[in-house]
C-alpha cells in the first residue's frame, strides 16, 4: 500500500515537472526583457525550435507557432495572438492547428505567399480573410504607428542544398516594435543580403545542417550585420556553443537559450 501510494506521489511530481516546462504566455523567470526607445517592455518567451512569443505593450506575437512538434506545446495556455509570422511551409513551423487555436478575429496572420495558397479559405479562422497578409521578400508592412515589419529573403546557398529552401519562396522577418529592431530569421544560409540589414538589436539565427547553418555560418551572418544580441535557434543536436568562441571578439553579444 506504501510502495503504492509512493508511486503514485512520484508520478504526480513527474507530471508536474513536466507540466512546467511548457512555456505560457505571460513574463517568467526565463523569459528575455528589453526596452524599448520610448521605454516599453519587449519579452521573449523561448517555446522551442523555431516557435517564440514575443510581449509588447499588451500585444502577443506568436512566431512559427507549432503543436505536435516534441516537446508538444499547449496553445490553448496562451492567450489569443494578436498578430502571428509564418517564414515557410516546413512542418516545424507552419502549423494550422496552433495558428487556429491562437486566432480570433482581432488576429492577423503574416506569412509568405505558398502558406497563404496552402492555407486557403477553409479554416474557420480564415473567415476574416482580410487579418491574413502573404508578404513577399522585399515588401514591408505597417501594423500599427508604432509596429512595422519587413519581408527579407531566406534561402540555402550550398549546392547540394538548395532544395530545402529556394530563393524567393520563404521569409525572414525584421520587426520594428517602437525601434526595437529584431531580426528572426527563418531557414536561411549565410545569404549576402544579411548584409544589408542595418540597426539589428536582437537577432535569430538557424544553427543546424544541412537545412540551415553551421556554427560558422552563423558567426560569418552575425558578423555581416552586427546585431547587438544574437540568439542561435533551430539548432538541434549542433554544439551552438561554440559559438560564444567565434564572436568572443565581435562585440556581438551571444545568448543560448532551450530552442533545440
Request: proline share 5%; net charge negative.
Amino acid at each position: 500500500m506504501i510502495k503504492n501510494f509512493i508511486a503514485v506521489i512520484l508520478t504526480m511530481l513527474t507530471c508536474l515537472s513536466c507540466n512546467s516546462q511548457q512555456a505560457s504566455s505571460g513574463n517568467s523567470a526565463n523569459d528575455d526583457v528589453y526596452t524599448t526607445r520610448s521605454g516599453k517592455q519587449v519579452s521573449f518567451t523561448f517555446i522551442k525550435h523555431a516557435s517564440l512569443e514575443i510581449k509588447y505593450d499588451g500585444l502577443s506575437i506568436q512566431i512559427d507557432p507549432v503543436q505536435k512538434l516534441p516537446p508538444e506545446t499547449d496553445y490553448s495556455r496562451f492567450g489569443k495572438a494578436d498578430f502571428i509570422f509564418v517564414t515557410h511551409e516546413h512542418f516545424d513551423h507552419f502549423d494550422t492547428d496552433a495558428i487556429a487555436a491562437l486566432s480570433n478575429e482581432q488576429t492577423k496572420v503574416v506569412l509568405n505567399k505558398r502558406c497563404a495558397d496552402m492555407l486557403g479559405s477553409d479554416y474557420e479562422f480564415l473567415k476574416h480573410y482580410d487579418e491574413v497578409s502573404a508578404m513577399s521578400n522585399g515588401e514591408s508592412m505597417k501594423l500599427r504607428d508604432d509596429i512595422s515589419v519587413e519581408a527579407v529573403p531566406a534561402y540555402n546557398i550550398t549546392p547540394d542544398r538548395t532544395q530545402f529552401h529556394p530563393k524567393g519562396r520563404d521569409n525572414g522577418y525584421v520587426l520594428d516594435l517602437d525601434g526595437l529592431r529584431i531580426y528572426i530569421a527563418g531557414d536561411t544560409e549565410d545569404i549576402p543580403e544579411m548584409a544589408q540589414l542595418s540597426g539589428i538589436d536582437i537577432a535569430f539565427l538557424p544553427c543546424n545542417q544541412p537545412y540551415t547553418m553551421t556554427p560558422e555560418q552563423l558567426a560569418n551572418a552575425a558578423k555581416m550585420f552586427s546585431p547587438k544580441v544574437v540568439y542561435p535557434y533551430h539548432y538541434s543536436e549542433t554544439p551552438v556553443e561554440q559559438i560564444n568562441d567565434l564572436l568572443k571578439d565581435s562585440g556581438i553579444e551571444v545568448r543560448i537559450r532551450a530552442m533545440k
